[in-house]
């Protein structure tokens, strides 16, 4: 079971690569008849969203599991990425909470020297970091409830329908296995020029480990890691340098997201450096570092954080013993329902590459046992993903955009709601952002949106029902909502879609 260490120190204790979680460890099974007397037996590498979920299906479905995990379950989702993350940016919301109150009619005496210096950092990593290892035990508690074995070590495959698990302490048990589902994770890209330290120098899973808000953090890497962190730590009173290689930060969103994050990160005071490209990274006197960029220019700062995106586990796993070769991306290549080109291995999550989403990883999972052991399936619908950035405000996206529906021969329509107008908005201070709905010319299905405000990742359920269930803009313009609500510019920009979309009108 996972049992957190003592609370001295947790965050403070900073790990060198591998990273081992400081507040987490779990009990394994120790039998080397793992598995034994079931007719269908799953081995899955890997405790993360894919693998507990897996294993979760696979025991309902009655076959006997057995997981190799070397951290607690939920693995770098729960213990070092999505969950401490998010629960990072919560803490530093906080700090904005107090600058506000005072326009709310609350006054609080000494509020005007608010700044990083008020911040416990270390009592914030170590509450992120608890809170992670908290979920961790959660998940266990649940996976182990069921015929779930547990290994702690690392595995890989030694032969047909056969693992090898090296235990933490240098033991061997090989598990036969039916099927097995590869969900090794990915681990944070180290570019040649940088090597990170965990005190300057540092990748996401270091960042808690801070003893204090940096002075001034340089975030290389613009996507939706490093426009989180540069948020929190923005909020946190840091200044902040955001180095970003393109015109607009967040460069897989939508480009009108895009710009209004920008605009908020701008006028909160983050220094954003467009079409600028990291190539040095030097430790300097005086506890600086110095990040040289592509052309000859350099930033100057405290503590560097990359988040120059994650690179697919697959070293060290065996992948040559059944002939399965990586693919172009470094990641493992599958069919619509998780098989590889070994029949018998089946893989999900962060180990494919791409869309690098928990809640992805915990489908693909999902589908890949019932799969593998005779449910009905049909593959997973990727027009139909949802995903958010927790900066503030949120960016939540839902199936395609207006330029894929029509690359697959969707004519489209769009509206875009802004919420400035929103009564509940304005209450919350939190008028920045819009709605947009896609639906299809002619029968009005809606194909995709995009929410961009506080708590846009609950905003966007209503239209990831909708894509899901192909519904009809009618059909969503047409469902009662609260007022006042976030929710009522949602249902208000289907009724704009509506009338634009209908043909009389036209």
Known sequence: MVELLGSRGLA??????????????FQASSSDEIGSGVSQRIVILGGGPAGYEAALVAEELGAAVTIVADEGLGGSSVLWDCV???ALIVASEAMDWVRTADELGVHIEGLDGVDRTVVDFRKVGNGVLELGANQSRDIERRVLAGRVDL??????????????ATRDDGTEVVLPADYVLIATGSSARVLPFFE???????????????PEVPEHLIVVGSGATGAEFAHAFRRFGAEV????????????????????IENVFERRGMRILRNSRAVSCERGGDGEVVVGLKGGGEVVGSHVLFTVGQVPTVDGIGLETCGIEPGRGGGIEVDGIGRTSARWVYAAGDVLGGVMLASMAAMQGRTAMWHALGEAVQPIRRDAIVATIFTDPEVATVGMSPEEAIAAGYPVETARLDFRSNPRAKMIHGTDGFVKVHAMVGSGTVVGGVVVSARASDLIQPLAVAVQNRLSVSQLAQTMTVYPSMAGSVAECARMLMVRLDPARR
């Not at 403070?12 to 460890?25: E, I, K, M």
């Open 12 to 25: 403070a204790q900073r790990p060198s690569r591998p990273y081992s979680h400081p507040a987490v460890r």
């Open 151 to 164: 290994v702690r070590g690392r595995g890989r495959i030694s032969g047909p329908h056969e693992v090898t």
């Open 241 to 260: 340098t955001l180095v970003s290689s393109r015109d607009l930060i967040l460069p897989t969103e939508d480009p009108d997201a895009a710009a209004v």
């Open 196 to 210: 990170p330290d965990g005190v300057r120098v540092l990748v996401s899973q270091q960042a808690y480990g801070l």
């Open 84 to 86: 401490p993350s998010k």
